[in-house]
T-cell receptor, first 109, second 113 residues
């Protein structure tokens, strides 16, 4: 079973602080996606990373894909209450998107 | 544009009853997925349709679960008979192609008493 491990499980920070969440696997990803899920809604795609060492930025969010394509991180700078949600990483194998358990992020005002 | 539309948003039923969840994918999308989300197991893929044809139903828990896609704009997930352990949020998602961005509906929260 190619499991995705996400850490930490929970993260609570004050508005304006930075945070990083991680996604790791024992096997190589062909591609990896990050989603954010807000309470009562479905997950929404944030980014797809494909190339080892790739770095993508989306406003205050920075996504990194490890050189060996076995790990990824999501860094949020100057977090805001609107960043609160469940952050999920997912790997794509053929058509099947398999999700990690997620990191629940709470940003306090 | 309307996103993926699911109904009902909430369903409370008693053990043994039949439950039918409905999904309308985004127009033009040819891949449809049903996922189940629980605290214990996270998001699990139940079944995948491509061009209305079930391709992979290996995630369907047992024979009590069935899914259909009679046309490109409608899919159902049925549980008969329902059990308390089926309580979860069920998501439908669609995409164009098998590796395209996945668009999720808002989910159907099922509680089986």
């Amino acid at each position: 079973t190619q499991l995705l491990e996400q850490s930490p499980q929970f993260l609570s920070i004050q508005e304006g602080e930075n945070l990083t969440v991680y996604c790791n696997s024992s096997s190589v990803f062909s591609s990896l996606q990050w989603y954010r899920q807000e309470p009562g809604e479905g997950p929404v795609l944030l980014v797809t990373v494909v190339t080892g060492g790739e770095v993508k930025k989306l406003k205050r969010l920075t996504f990194q894909f490890g050189d060996a394509r076995k790990d990824s991180s999501l860094h949020i700078t100057a977090a805001q209450p609107g960043d609160t949600g469940l952050y999920l990483c997912a790997r794509l194998n053929d058509y099947k998107l398999s999700f990690g358990a997620g990191t629940t992020v709470t940003v306090r005002a | 544009d309307a996103g993926v539309i699911q109904s009902p948003r909430h369903e409370v039923t008693e053990m043994g009853q039949e439950v039918t969840l409905r999904c309308k994918p985004i127009s033009g999308h040819n891949s449809l997925f049903w996922y189940r989300q629980t605290m214990m197991r996270g998001l699990e893929l139940l079944i995948y349709f491509n061009n209305n044809v079930p391709i992979d139903d290996s995630g369907m828990p047992e024979d009590r679960f069935s899914a259909k896609m009679p046309n490109a704009s409608f899919s159902t997930l049925k549980i008969q008979p329902s059990e308390p352990r089926d309580s979860a949020v069920y998501f439908c998602a669609s995409s164009f192609g098998v590796a395209g961005e996945l668009f999720f509906g808002e989910g159907s929260r099922l509680t089986v008493l």
